[in-house]
C-alpha cells in the first residue's frame, strides 16, 4: 500500500498573480490589467503590474523551492504574452521567457507543470465577447497547440483550466472577478465554451505522446444548515453547480441539471455533437479544495434558491477570506472523487490558507500539519492520491483581494520585491527532509 512517504510535493503559482512586468517584451493587456483600472473592484485598490515580479526572480522562486524540498513547480501561461494579440502572430519573447523558467527547472532538478489557463484573457479576445463567443474554443486551440510545440518535448504535466467555476462564476456571473461581466447568460455560456475548450485542448496536447493532461477543479464543501428537507435541497443545488458542473460533463453525465434545473437552459448553446466532444477521459483530475459553505434555502435567490449562512452567525471562525477554512474537505472530496472512478490518479493540486499581516504563523502550520492528516487518511483507504501542490510560494496579488490576503509560505517585501520564508516554510523544510526524498513523478 502507498504510504504517506510516497506522496510527491509541489507548490503552485500563477502568471497573473505573479509575473508582474506586465507591459514588457511585447505582452498584451489581459482582462486583469483592464479590471484592476476600474474603481473599486480591487479591495485595497492594487494592481498585478508588478505583483511578485516572478518575470525577473523566476530562478530565485525556483531556487526557493528547492531549497525547501519541494518537487513540483506548476506555473501557469500568459496567453498574453506568448499571443499580444490574443491570436496570430506568437511574440517569441513570451515563448523565450517560459523556456527559461523551464529549463532552470530542470536543471535544479524540479518537475515543471504548465497550466494553460488561469484565468487571464487577452483583453482583445474579450472585446469580442471573450469566453461567451463559441469562436474562443478556436482561439484556445490555437494557443494550446502554441504551447504543446514549445514546451511539451520538456513539460510533460499539463493542467488545462484552473477552477472553471472560479473564472466562470466570478467572471461572467457575479461580476467580482475579470471581466467583470454578470448574469445567467453570459455564464451559461461561457461556463458551456470553456469545457468544450478544454475538452479539446486535451486532444491537441494528447497528439504529443508521453504526455499527462489534466484539469484543476475547485471543490467548496458544501452543508444544509438546518436538517431540513428544504435546506438539504438548497445545499444540493449549490453543490451541483460548485462541485460538478466543471466535471461530470467531461465524464459523458452531461449537465448535471436534473438537481440544477437552471443549467437545462445551456441547450441554448448546445450544437449537434458538443455533448459527446465534451466527453474527456483526463489523465489525472487536480482536486482543489480550501473552505466551506453552509446555506440555507431562500427563494428569493434567483436560480439557486440558497443563501450562504455566513460562518460569524455560526460561531466559526474565518480566515482574511471570509471563508471557514476546512481541511477536512480534502479527504471529502478526494473520496468523493475517486467514487466517480477509482483508477483515476488523483493530484491535491492546491491548497493553502491565507492569512492576513502579522497574524500567527502557527495557523498556517497547523493547516498543514492537518492536511497531512488528511491525505494519510486518504490514502489508508486506497485512494490514488499522487502528491500536493500548495498554493502557494510567494504572497502575492489575490485577485479581487489584492495584496491583503497572505497565502505564501515566503513573505514579500512589496518595496524591495525581497523573499523570506515563513516559519511555515522553514516547518515544512524540515518536515520534507525528515520524509523518504519523495521521487520525481515518473517520467
Ligand atoms: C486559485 C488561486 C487563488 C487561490 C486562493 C484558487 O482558487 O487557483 O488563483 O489565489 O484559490 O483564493
Redesign the pocket.
Known sequence: MKKLDDLIWGVTI?AA?TEGAYDKDGRGPSIWDTFTQKKFRIKDGSNAKVATDFYHRYKEDIDFTVAIGLKIFRFSISWSRILPEGTGKVNQKGIDFYNKVIEYCLEVGVEPWITTY?WDLPQILQDQGGWTNRKIIDWYVEYVTILRDNFADRVKYWILI??GI?CMGGGYFLGVHAPGKRGIRNFLASTHHLLLSQAKGFKILKEKQGLKVGTAI?CTKIDPYQDTIRDQKAAKRLDTLMNRLFIEPHLGLGYPDDDLPILKRMAKYYKIGDLEALRTDFDFWGI?T?AREVVRSAWYVPYLGAMRVKPKKRGVATSI?GWETYPKGISDFLERFAKYDSQKPLWLS?CGMALAKDEDEQHRIEYYQKVIEEMKAIIHKGVNLKGVLL?TLVDNF??AEGYLPK?GIIALDRKTLKRTMKPSAIWLQKYLSTIKAAIIAER
Open positions: 500563477a498573480q488561469h484552473n477552477e472560479v475547485s482543489q480550501y477570506m492546491e498554493w489575490e485577485w497565502f
